[in-house]
């Protein structure tokens, strides 16, 4: 069983940074791929980035690639999401999510996070 939170959203203007981070109970969690998601309202939910359980291997949705970054650290069963220049378009609830597999596909994953609001201002 992992359970995941997610921190770090907040409000910023278009061009600024955050950093979110994923904090995971369980040793399980090192041995898990992790992905990133978002969700805007009346939008489907759509993958962000995603990271293998090594930290190896990174994937980005192309609307991302070049702008954020997704890293881990299984010593602090952490995961996070360096986000730089923001756009308003990004604004979104952003989840982290835990499963065996780095796919771009929710259904993939097995463990989510309630997420966090990231709201970027034009």
């Known amino acids: 069983q992992v359970q995941l939170v997610e921190s770090g959203g907040g409000l910023v203007q278009a061009g600024g940074s955050l950093r979110l981070s994923c904090a995971a109970s369980?040793?399980?969690?090192?041995?898990?791929?992790m992905g990133w998601f978002r969700q805007a309202p009346g939008k489907e939910r759509e993958f962000v980035a995603g990271?293998?359980?090594?930290?190896?291997?990174?994937y980005y949705a192309d609307s991302v690639k070049g702008r954020f970054t997704i890293s881990r650290d299984n010593a602090k069963n952490t995961g996070y999401l360096q986000m730089n220049s923001l756009k308003p378009e990004d604004t979104a609830g952003y989840y982290c999510?835990?499963?065996?597999?780095?796919?771009?596909?929710?259904?993939?994953?097995?463990?989510w996070g309630l997420g966090t609001q990231v709201t970027v201002s034009s």
């Open positions: 999510a835990a499963g065996p597999d780095a796919t771009t596909l929710g259904h993939g994953y097995t463990y």
């Open positions: 369980g040793r399980a969690f090192r041995t898990y791929a």
């Open positions: 990271i293998s359980w090594s930290g190896g291997r990174t």
